[in-house]
């Protein structure tokens, strides 16, 4: 979903003026407005439940590694939605998501404003592009490298099993 | 011989000042003068910032009326830096080429207790045509507001031309949007 918006998101913007400029950019804030709905329902749940061990075998500064990544991670991906949330406020225009729910500005209508949100937003489309790398890569290096079950325990119903072991 | 002369020529002019319906200046600051139109089915309120009037209107005379109204294109405001650009391209207003958009009337009807109808001929990107402007008028005493709304399509005027001229992502119907604050010219 995320890869999904980096794409759109781009072709949008570099995309001549147009009516189809403007859909582009009608599915990237509808997409964009659902992943920060879903983000916080993640982060709630997350919160909420226990999250299983890392593996005995990493190392402390891999530990820490992990868990600020994700931390990160997790910041980008509300701050992500959230700044375009701005842009498009501070722009003034109106948006209906999925051309269907009128969704609420969340800011003025200010041109420096939405000045600010455009780099915040462009800059942590590298960040949040670069932690991504860093995810996908560590987890492939954990599954075949490290042979462990981080990347598997991804998988809905090994959580379960993993927590059975460790008890 | 002189004093009949002076007085012939006080005569007449007190004669034509009374033919002439009131001359009308628009009070900037508390008046509006726009047009909403829609963006993927919202709509969205755009203002001019600088329009010249000449207006002379009595309801009493509706003959001698007139209203004769340029907007300077450019001055188009609706709260948003870049649709207020886009709005000023080649495809929108082309402003460069036409940058002032005209209505004078052509004559004035009453409708009801206090509304009318003026018909005119608006002129928007080099294009002309006729339209029909209801508005309502409030007299009060040296002032007087007018308000009036006419829907207008925007295809009409090649306002939106290449794919914004069938793609209706920026709605086709556009609600001109009059809304006066006039005190009586000395």
């Known amino acids: 979903m995320i890869l999904g918006m980096f794409v759109l998101g781009w072709i ?50 891999e530990r820490r590694l992990a868990h600020a990544s994700h931390t990160l991670m997790y910041l980008a991906m509300v701050i992500m939605p959230l700044s375009g949330w701005v842009i498009n406020s501070a722009a003034n225009f109106p948006l209906k998501l999925y051309g269907l729910i009128r969704w609420p500005n969340i800011a003025p209508a200010d041109k420096a404003l939405q000045t600010q949100a455009e780099l915040v937003h462009v800059t942590l489309f590298w960040i949040l592009a670069a932690l991504l790398v860093l995810h996908i890569g560590a987890a492939l290096w954990h599954h ?21 072991q460790g008890d | 011989m002189y004093l ?18 009131t001359e009308w200046i628009v ?61 000023l391209d080649l495809e929108w207003f082309d402003a ?42 409030n007299d009060a005493g040296n002032g007087a507001r007018l308000k009036g709304k006419t829907l207008l399509q925007r295809t009409d005027f090649k306002i939106g031309t290449g794919e914004w001229a069938t793609d209706p992502i920026i709605g086709f119907e556009v609600a001109v949007v009059v809304d006066l604050h006039l005190n009586i010219k000395n």
């Not at chain 1, 075949?144 to 059975?164: A, H, S, Y």
């Not at chain 2, 007085?7 to 009374?18: K, N, R």
């Not at chain 2, 009070?27 to 002379?56: C, H, K, P, Q």
């Open chain 2, 4 to 21: 009949t002369r002076a007085a012939t020529v006080l005569i007449c002019s007190v004669l034509s000042a009374a033919a002439a319906a």
């Open chain 2, 96 to 137: 460069e080429k036409f940058p002032q958009a005209r209505f004078v009337s052509t004559g004035f009807r009453q409708t009801g207790a206090g509304a009318f109808e003026a018909s005119g001929r608006l002129t928007v990107k080099g294009i002309t045509r006729s339209i029909a402007l209801p508005f309502t008028w």
């Open chain 1, 144 to 164: 075949f490298v490290q042979r462990d079950e981080i990347l598997t325990r991804m998988l809905p119903g090994t959580t379960r099993r993993l927590r059975k």
């Open chain 2, 27 to 87: 009070d900037n600051d508390r008046s509006r003068l726009g047009f909403i139109a829609t963006y993927d089915g919202v709509g969205f309120d755009t203002r001019f910032e600088r329009f010249d009037t000449r207006i002379r209107f009595d309801p009493q005379q509706l003959e001698n009326g007139l209203f004769d109204v340029v907007v300077d294109i450019a001055s188009v405001n609706s709260d948003s830096a870049d649709r207020d650009a886009g709005m």
């Open chain 1, 12 to 61: 949008a913007v570099n995309y001549p003026m147009s009516p189809a400029k403007i859909k582009l950019f009608v599915w990237h804030k509808s997409i964009g407005i659902t992943i920060l709905i879903l983000v916080v329902v993640r982060i709630a749940w997350r919160l909420t439940d226990r999250t299983p061990a890392l593996p005995n075998h990493m190392r402390n500064w």
